[in-house]
């Protein structure tokens, strides 16, 4: 069967060993694995006579192909048997409606100018190659130009359109962009200078490929990049791309380019420094924390209560005061017998003798006084009344005891009680020096500070 171009017959093939190293194998083109009865390979043999790449001779003068032969000639191309892409790619042609049922390369609807000798027709590129999948039956293409196509995908059925004697695929490989005469021979034998085989499994002469895909191509890097570390111009990092994947080093230091076919490294950042700093830990100037130099950084510790040096070893964080559940203002203790409370963190104890009087919320516990000869209460503080020879002329009637005179006692704005026997005493001040009244002015302060309290000016 004389199956495909033959108007180009001759042409000179490259004795140049066709490189199939890094392109995307090659599956069984039809979908069937028994309907092929016939091969006719590419011609290997420069001129006159055909041979094909088993050093065989099922080929014929000048052909660029490889023909698979349907059995059942063109009585079976209505049956329909497919034609599968053989591997992922991108239609970039396809043709169709032209006669299918050519016995001859001539005549109606049949020659080398319908669909260029390819009759109904599909090109896919399929990455370093293109593949022409030819003399479809008609009606049959599947894909359109620019459609992506994977592998054994279904693109169209066996016919006999075109250049064509009978009903047969040929399936023809050519680099991308490559014309007729770059056609190459996609099995790999003893008379085809392909290598490896285009097919991912060439399968035994005279018989189908293996329906095998082959592994996608592998990616490619972008155009720039390289596989050895190279500089980037500012020499503020480096890129490296393996297998498509682009890397990128950030150079601190800055990056140095080195001799050509070598990695460019980054300038290694000078060390760090601590100054004087050792490996142990001291105190800071203020005492407010401690720090210390470890691998040549500076590690600093707050000290909120303060930092405590250590003549050998590390300075350590003072341990923050504590008065346990005490409040800023006293509190009478559990025995009444005191009260206390807390001043930065410090517990203050004041001793109350005659006993603790719990006042309002939020306000200090009061002592009792101690008068001469006995306890006094302090809810009556005219018990022994003032002295009445004192001289504030506004004070307490001087026959005493008349409580409502007590409460008239001078208060100035400023909270200063003035007391018979001569005491001014500052209560804001009183308070936290906490002074020793005479015993006879105590009612008056304890009676005057109530007072002052529930009826403020
Ligand atoms: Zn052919």
């Known amino acids: ?50 041979g094909d790449w088993n050093c065989g001779g099922s080929s014929y003068d000048g052909h660029h192909g490889s023909d698979f032969s349907l059995i059942g000639n063109n009585g079976a191309i ?162 490296r791309c393996l297998s498509g994947v682009v890397s990128t080093e950030a150079c601190s230091a800055g990056c140095i380019s080195m001799p050509s076919g070598t990695d460019d490294v980054c300038a290694t950042p000078p060390p760090p420094d601590c100054g004087s700093l050792s490996a142990s830990y001291t105190c800071t100037a203020d005492a407010s924390a401690r720090e210390r130099c470890s691998s040549g950084m500076i590690e600093t510790d707050a000290c909120a209560a303060g930092c405590v040096a250590s003549a050998s070893g590390d300075a350590s964080c003072a341990t923050p005061p504590d008065c346990g559940s005490l409040a800023a203002t006293y509190a009478c203790a559990g025995d009444g017998l005191s009260r206390a409370r807390c001043v930065s963190g410090t517990t203050e104890v004041d001793d109350c003798p005659a006993g603790c009087v719990v006042t309002a919320a939020g306000e200090d516990d009061l002592c009792r006084a101690v008068p001469d000869g006995g306890v006094q209460d302090a809810s009556a503080p005219d018990a022994s009344g003032p002295d009445a020879s004192a001289p504030d002329a506004s004070g307490p009637d001087a026959s005493g005891g008349d409580a409502s005179a007590a409460r008239d006692a001078d208060v100035d704005g400023g909270g200063s009680v003035v007391m018979k026997g001569g005491c001014s005493c500052d209560l804001a001040h009183s308070a936290g020096s906490k002074p020793r009244l005479p015993l006879l002015a105590l009612p008056f302060f304890v009676l005057v500070a109530f007072r002052f309290r529930r009826h403020p000016r």
């Open 1 to 50: 069967m004389k199956g495909a171009i033959h108007s180009l017959a001759g042409v000179a093939l490259s004795l140049a060993l066709v490189s199939t190293a890094s392109a995307q194998t090659l599956s069984r083109p039809t979908a069937c694995s028994t309907c092929i009865g016939n091969w006719y390979y590419f011609d290997e043999v420069a001129t006159g006579a055909a």
């Open 78 to 239: 209505d049956t329909g048997y497919d034609i599968v892409a053989t591997a992922a790619g991108t239609v970039v042609a396809a043709e169709d409606g032209h006669f299918d049922h050519c016995t001859a390369c001539g005549g109606a609807g049949c020659g080398s100018s319908v669909g260029s000798g390819y009759g109904n027709h599909v090109v896919i590129n399929e990455g370093s190659y293109k593949v022409i999948y030819g003399h479809m039956r008609t009606g049959s293409v599947r894909v359109a130009v620019g459609d992506t196509v994977s592998c054994g995908q279904v693109i169209g059925q066996i016919g006999s359109s075109g250049c064509t004697t009978g009903a047969h695929l040929h399936v023809e490989t050519r680099p991308v962009g490559g014309a007729y005469a770059s056609a190459f021979d996609p099995f790999q034998g003893g008379c085809s200078p392909t290598s490896p085989s285009l097919w991912t499994g060439q399968g035994p002469y005279r018989g189908l490929p293996d329906a095998t895909c082959g592994a996608p191509p592998p990616p490619t890097c972008p155009s720039g990049t390289y596989a050895i570390w190279t500089c980037n111009a500012a020499a503020t990092e480096r890129t």
